[in-house]
């Protein structure tokens, strides 16, 4: 994966709730990225919403820290010793 997803903290403000949607849903659909979880607040006479977006980094772990894939829509893994 080639784009660097070290920061995955988002910030996004409109003088209304549809338009912050709008921009929200047209950054999703530019970046290519979900939202993992938003807050929407609102500041003075803004909509503010600081948002996370869904790590693609994560790894997924045996209990013992080998790493492991899915083959035949099963979770293999590599044991050790």
């Not at 849903?25 to 929407?40: G, M």
């Not at 006479?45 to 013992?64: G, K, Q, R, Y």
Request: some cysteine; overall charge negative; aromatic content about 8%.
């Amino acid at each position: 994966m080639s784009d660097n997803n070290k920061h995955n903290l988002v910030y996004f403000e409109s003088r209304s709730v549809r338009a912050l949607y709008e921009q929200m849903d047209d950054w999703q659909k530019t970046n290519h990225k979900r939202l993992l979880s938003v807050s929407v607040q609102k500041d003075a006479d803004m909509f503010c919403c600081i948002a996370l977006t869904n790590p693609s980094e994560v790894t997924i772990v045996s209990p013992s820290g080998e790493a492991v894939w899915v083959s035949n829509h099963s979770l293999c893994c590599v044991a050790r010793g």
